[in-house]
């Protein structure tokens, strides 16, 4: 065989190995939760701030909150997938 095709087949098998991996399956599955619940909410916390704020201010204040639920979110995932381990 070629050096092309054993890459080709190591690759196939270390993507086939990830994906039938269980933490990496129920990583995948809570991240995606996470990130559809929070772009669907962001736009509504966009017009509640929208409401409080002028508009050259509401989007440094909105971001802040963005971005402390993004860092919390995700280090609550990885508690939860490496708890066990």
Do not use: C
């Amino acid at each position: 065989m070629s050096d092309k095709s054993v890459d080709r087949h190591t690759y196939l098998q270390t993507l086939k190995s990830l994906l039938t991996n269980r933490n990496f399956a129920l990583l995948l599955l809570s991240y995606g939760i996470n990130a559809g619940v929070f772009y669907a909410i962001s736009p509504l916390l966009n017009q509640i701030v929208l409401l409080h704020f002028e508009v050259s201010s509401a989007g440094t204040v909105f971001n802040i909150p963005a971005y402390l639920y993004i860092i919390l979110s995700d280090f609550a995932l990885f508690l939860l997938v490496y708890w066990d381990t």
